[in-house]
């Protein structure tokens, strides 16, 4: 799955109020912050077919954003080619 230039500018804004997130299936994404005060929900284009977790929002956005085109996969089942970066899953204790 490729994200929109709307989703990664919608994922940059969350950023700013949470570090990390929890992403569920389906096309709305969510997320609020550590102090539980600010809370921020959108409808993207792309529709995740499973739930997964970023801990470091930024450092990922930093990473899709220097490469050219990127696709993203959530648990693929394929090995690893030497063109591809994996991200390991967390857990989401680790975000809240």
């Not at 994200?3 to 949470?18: C, D, H, P, R, Y």
């Not at 996969?73 to 204790?93: L, Q």
Request: charged share 25%.
């Amino acid at each position: 799955m490729k994200l929109s230039e709307n989703t990664v500018g919608l994922l940059k804004n969350f950023a700013t109020i949470n570090s990390g997130i929890q992403i569920k299936a389906g096309s709305t994404i969510r997320t609020i912050s550590k102090q539980q005060n600010v809370l921020a929900k959108a409808t993207v284009a792309e529709n995740f077919d499973s739930e997964f977790v970023i801990y470091d929002l930024n450092r990922f956005l930093a990473l899709i954003t220097s490469l050219d085109s990127p696709e993203i996969a959530v648990n693929p089942e394929k090995k690893k080619s030497n063109r591809e970066i994996r991200f390991i899953e967390n857990h989401i204790r680790s975000v809240r």
